[in-house]
């Protein structure tokens, strides 16, 4: 009989690529939800929920994202120093206009565990508004969206 054991893997024993995807073009929610399995490592068969198995991921182009429908105005970013009165409120378009590399980051970062592996898996998530970036040395492989 064959030996049918599940086998839980460590950190240490996967081996951590590195992707690159542009979002020129790309759906928002499309983009962040592939990106989000590949930062988890729900792609690898090593795949361990307890442990970061999970690779990191290169998103360029974060400016030309796209979000369809009315989301550019109906969509809003809150934040909140703590102190009474000082809730900020902006729309999807104004913070693709200060910061696009935010509302990605935000949305891929959403779809994490909420917990300190999420975080720990959020870390690995680079975004940059245009096409430069400064992981050449990692030598990245281009991720091919679905």
Known sequence: MANLKTRS????QVQQD?????????????LAARVALILQGKHKPQYTRHADTGDFVIVTDAAR??????????KK????????????EETAEELLQRAPEEVVRRAVLGMLPHHSLGRKMG????VYAGSEHPHDAQQPQPLVLK
Not at 123 to 126: A, G, Y
Request: hydrophobic share 35%.
């Open 9 to 12: 893997f460590t950190e240490q």
């Open 123 to 126: 870390r690995k998530l680079k």
């Open 18 to 30: 590195w992707w690159i995807v542009s979002a020129a073009g790309q759906r928002l929610g499309r």
């Open 77 to 88: 970013y809150y934040r909140h120093s703590g102190r009474p009165g000082s809730l900020k």
């Open 65 to 74: 994202v796209v979000l369809t429908g009315n989301k550019l105005t109906a």
